[in-house]
C-alpha cells in the first residue's frame, strides 16, 4: 500500500468519524431539549395534580357534609 493510499484511508476513516462525532453532538443537543420539556412537563402535570387533588378534597368534605344535614334533617322529620 502506498502513502498515498494510506493518506486517503485514514483521511476517510478521520472524516467518518468526524461525521459520526458531528451526529453524536447533534443527537446530545436534542436530547437535552427534550428532556428539558419532559421535565418543565412533569412539573405542570405535578402542578395540576395537586390542584386535582385539592378540588376532589373539598368535594369529598362538601359531599361529606350534605351527608350529614340530610341525615339530620331526616331525624328532625
Known amino acids: 500500500m502506498s502513502l498515498i ?4 484511508m485514514s483521511s476517510d476513516v478521520l472524516s467518518d468519524l468526524e461525521n459520526k462525532i458531528d451526529q453524536l453532538v447533534e443527537l446530545s443537543e436534542r436530547l437535552q431539549k427534550e428532556n428539558a420539556g419532559l421535565r418543565q412537563r412533569e412539573s405542570g402535570l405535578l ?3 395537586g390542584q386535582l387533588m385539592e ?3 373539598q368535594a369529598r368534605s362538601r ?3 350534605m351527608i350529614t344535614r340530610l341525615k ?3 331525624h328532625e322529620g
Open 63 to 65: 359531599v361529606e357534609s
Open 55 to 57: 378540588k376532589t378534597e
Open 5 to 8: 493510499e494510506d493518506t486517503s
Open 47 to 49: 402542578k395540576e395534580k
Open 72 to 74: 339530620a334533617l331526616n
